[in-house]
């Protein structure tokens, strides 16, 4: 994940005022909602869930006002679903007079396992200030706590480190005052004969939701940033169009992401396949929306992307990928990328000439000939008829990737689509070495390009429907099925387990199966 990890600290940006009021204008006005506590719980062994932590109901919630708590007394209270807010809770104090300070310790969790884990412990590469725990001295009471901060939880544990041998501590009214940008309960959702699809779709819609804040998040809990890759598959938005048609470098290129506080920054951070993205991005929503305003407000954008990203094409239409520039595909650095990489420039070519012709480009011709040489390219170079399989690099390397984007590029004939994507199923799965569900939408997404709708759909069913299966209340960051426990941080704690590339199973249901 080194390469989504970068310090680029000698470039420079663009700053377009222009686009950046714009961005601002389309800002959502967050939808609150109170949101109570459902009941107290323990953590019990359950081999059913992530790393074999559930919890059980140890009383309602009404019952809370009755725990009195002194020295390392413990408990944790469960709001019965996801949720992203600020949290408060009202506290008293019982017995003699208050002779000491309050102090506790409050961590919250999006899964039993985190809760699991000490957070003294963690020893990973990404910053530990990302855990989501506080602690917290109380001079006076009683008192409402309202944290200032914002978090992502389902689950908020309470310790006590101490009181005095003479009151005990007594909390009551837990709250969260949950946040998003829309409100699920006036989307309209299909009804789905198959209950297992319909559980897939639902918790694809409340991630969708609580990714749904100042911008489209990547994760709620940690990162909180605006994501090209994320945005590309949760929806379409000008407001994020314009954050990131805005912050440029002088060269030209779009950043990975942008940070949106206190004001909007873009980050030093480059990914060839996400600049790219930007052009699939505006290409959806004008076929969504005809907005000729945002086109040309962001066409010229959008085309230093591509151009910036054909000057690494050969003469002979072959993407040359460098280190500078690298490739994202997925997270997994264990298999080559350049063959996945060469159809990701023909898939947003494509898109990229529809805009084109939108906008009389003059130059459109220049555009068309190199996307021949690309598929040229592809189909006699790339292409191993012998094994009905896509190749990459020097090695000759036949990986998933390769034959999923080379599908979604639709560099083959219908027929050759299907059959390359019936071999892939053949040879390639099950899939291995791949832990996000962002590569996984794509392989889901070109079954169903291929026409092979079953298998499309068991694939959900075991990848997404497996996250349920394992507790999930939103969709995680990374999952692998063969791995469940499976962490890129080294932990769980660390992890995010409601995050934007996700909620895929939505878009996949309303456009292929509703």
């Known amino acids: 994940?080194?390469?989504?990890?970068?310090?680029?600290?000698?470039?420079?940006?663009?700053?377009?005022?222009?686009?950046?009021?714009?961005?601002?204008?389309?800002?959502?006005?967050?939808?609150?909602?109170?949101?109570?506590?459902?009941?107290?719980?323990?953590?019990?062994?359950?081999?059913?869930?992530?790393?074999?932590?559930?919890?059980?109901?140890?009383?309602?919630?009404?019952?809370?006002?009755?725990?009195?708590?002194?020295?390392?007394?413990?408990?944790?209270?469960?709001?019965?679903?996801?949720?992203?807010?600020?949290?408060?809770?009202?506290?008293?104090?019982?017995?003699?007079?208050?002779?000491?300070?309050?102090?506790?310790?409050?961590?919250?969790?999006?899964?039993?396992?985190?809760?699991?884990?000490?957070?003294?412990?963690?020893?990973?590469?990404?910053?530990?200030?990302?855990?989501?725990?506080?602690?917290?001295?109380?001079?006076?009471?009683?008192?409402?706590?309202t944290l200032p901060r914002r978090y992502s939880f389902r689950y908020a544990e309470i310790t006590v480190v101490d009181t005095s041998p003479k009151w005990r501590a007594v909390f009551s009214n837990p709250v969260v005052t949950a946040t998003s940008a829309v409100d699920t309960a006036t989307v309209h959702q299909p009804k789905l004969a198959d209950a297992q699809l319909q559980r897939i779709y639902e918790v694809g819609l409340k991630t969708l939701a609580d990714c749904m804040q100042d911008v489209f998040e990547d994760g709620p809990k940690r990162d909180r940033r605006l994501w090209i890759g994320d945005l590309r598959l949760q929806a379409l938005v000008k407001r994020c169009l314009y954050l990131f048609g805005a912050m440029p470098t002088t060269a030209g290129r779009i950043p990975a992401n942008v940070f949106t506080k206190p004001t909007a920054v873009p980050d030093d951070t480059f990914l060839f396949d996400y600049s790219l993205f930007f052009i699939s991005i505006l290409a959806d929503y004008e076929a969504f929306s005809s907005d000729k305003t945002v086109l040309n407000d962001l066409y010229r954008v959008a085309k230093k992307q591509m151009d910036l990203a054909l000057a690494q094409v050969t003469s002979e239409g072959k993407l040359k990928l460098t280190e500078e520039n690298p490739v994202f595909i997925d997270w997994s650095n264990d298999f080559d990328k350049e063959t996945a990489g060469q159809a990701i420039i023909i898939y947003t070519l494509k898109q990229f000439i529809t805009l084109a012709e939108l906008v009389n480009d003059t130059s459109l011709e220049t555009y068309t000939a190199i996307l021949r040489k690309l598929n040229q390219y592809a189909k006699t170079q790339l292409f191993d008829s012998q094994s009905g399989l896509f190749v990459s690099g020097d090695q000759r390397e036949v990986n998933v990737a390769s034959q999923v984007w080379m599908t979604l590029a639709h560099v083959l004939d219908p027929e050759q689509t299907t059959a390359l994507m019936q071999t892939t199923v053949t040879k390639l799965f099950p899939i291995t070495g791949i832990a996000t569900p962002y590569m996984y939408h794509h392989i889901t997404e070109a079954l169903f390009e291929a026409g092979l709708k079953q298998e499309a759909v068991q694939l959900m069913k075991d990848y997404w429907g497996k996250m349920i299966t394992l507790g999930a209340d939103t969709y995680w960051e990374a999952f692998d099925p063969n791995q469940p426990d499976y962490s890129p941080y080294g932990s769980p704690i660390l992890n995010s387990y409601c995050h934007a590339w996700s909620c895929t199973p939505v878009y996949l249901i309303n456009k292929y199966l509703v």
């Open 1 to 145: 994940m080194a390469f989504t990890f970068q310090i680029n600290n000698d470039v420079q940006f663009q700053h377009n005022q222009a686009l950046l009021d714009k961005s601002a204008n389309y800002r959502p006005i967050l939808k609150e909602t109170k949101v109570k506590a459902a009941s107290i719980v323990a953590l019990e062994r359950d081999t059913q869930y992530l790393e074999g932590w559930g919890v059980k109901q140890i009383a309602p919630i009404e019952r809370l006002s009755s725990y009195e708590l002194k020295r390392d007394d413990q408990i944790i209270i469960d709001f019965g679903d996801h949720q992203v807010g600020q949290f408060s809770i009202n506290i008293n104090a019982v017995g003699s007079p208050m002779d000491a300070p309050l102090c506790f310790k409050i961590k919250f969790a999006e899964m039993p396992a985190e809760l699991a884990r000490k957070s003294e412990d963690y020893d990973g590469w990404l910053s530990k200030s990302w855990i989501q725990e506080e602690t917290v001295h109380l001079d006076v009471l009683p008192t409402t706590l």
